[in-house]
């Protein structure tokens, strides 16, 4: 595993984990995914230019291709969410994939209407009308894939996002959290690996509870994604790890292949159509 926080380096070694991965290996990997993504693709668009209507069925759950060797203290789940589960060849060879580089993690998936089931079955009321105010989805991914991660643990990654290396080896079996940094060195949160009950994951549910009643932010990124996570953890105190050597995001799919059957599109512009927080009626 690659950890690029010196100060969350430490932290490893004083728990005997493994700190040194063979960088360029993981990026010369990752830059053959890219490249081998990139021509399905590109051939995606010849099959559904012949087969417009079909789509694929990711699944709510699926058991692990392999019986997992040892206990973890994050769970050996990946998560994901879409507005729908019927999906384009892209996107479901993306989900492939990411069986193919995790064999011994289950995977669970959650449309719309199961993640707001999911907020009001396990949290309580309070959280769930706060939720239940986002009128943007991926507002609503975003809080929901704090709290199901809170509750269950395992590692979240977006539709898009697929892991370069073997996810057991990204997220050690000793290892309580994990966050991702951007190329421009920022934290993001389409991979986010915990364990369940992370005190760290409660403040940012917090903290997105607070935005949405104060409702004084305009984008999705600062009320409830990304810019949550950099106002409120410390990358020199959390266990980081970079995009180049984890996950990546777009090489098998885009906006047109995951949003083909959605109107309003991706969240950047339908936050420009429509109010993220729902306004109350006088």
């Not at 051939?43 to 997992?68: G, Q």
């Not at 492939?96 to 995977?107: C, G, H, K, Q, T």
């Not at 950099?230 to 050597?245: A, E, G």
Request: hydrophobic share 40%; glycine share 4%; aromatic share 12%.
């Amino acid at each position: 595993m690659v950890i690029d926080s010196p100060l969350a380096a430490t932290r490893m070694k004083r728990m005997n984990m493994p700190t040194r991965t063979s960088k360029p290996l993981i990026v010369a990997t990752s830059r053959l995914i890219k490249l081998c993504a990139n021509i399905t693709k590109l051939l995606s668009y010849i099959f559904h230019a012949v087969l417009p209507n079909k789509r694929f069925t990711l699944p709510a759950y699926a058991a692990p291709w392999l019986a997992p060797k040892n206990d973890s203290t994050i769970p050996q789940i990946i998560w994901q969410t879409n507005f729908t589960n019927r999906v384009t060849l892209p996107v479901y060879l993306n989900y492939l994939f990411n069986r193919l580089m995790a064999p011994r993690f289950e995977y669970r998936f959650m449309i719309t209407e199961a993640r707001s089931d999911f907020i009001k079955e396990n949290f309580d009321d309070t959280l769930f009308t706060s939720y239940s105010k986002l009128q943007i989805g991926a507002a609503q991914a975003d809080f929901w894939r704090l709290m199901v991660l809170y509750k269950y643990g395992g590692v979240y990654l977006d539709i898009d996002a697929h892991a370069i290396w073997p996810l057991s080896r990204v997220v050690p079996a000793n290892i309580d959290e994990l966050y991702v940094t951007t190329r421009k060195g920022e934290l993001s949160n389409y991979f986010i690996a915990s364990k369940p009950g992370n005190p760290n994951l409660r403040r940012l549910i917090d903290q997105v509870q607070q935005n949405i009643e104060e409702n004084t932010l305009t984008n999705v990124f600062e009320l409830t994604g990304p810019g949550v996570f950099i106002q409120l953890l410390d990358q020199h105190t959390v266990p980081t790890v970079s995009y180049r050597h984890a996950c990546n995001q777009g090489n098998f799919t885009n906006e047109h292949f995951q949003y083909i059957d959605k109107k309003a599109g991706k969240w950047t512009r339908e936050q420009k159509k429509v109010s993220i927080i729902r306004q109350e009626e006088p």
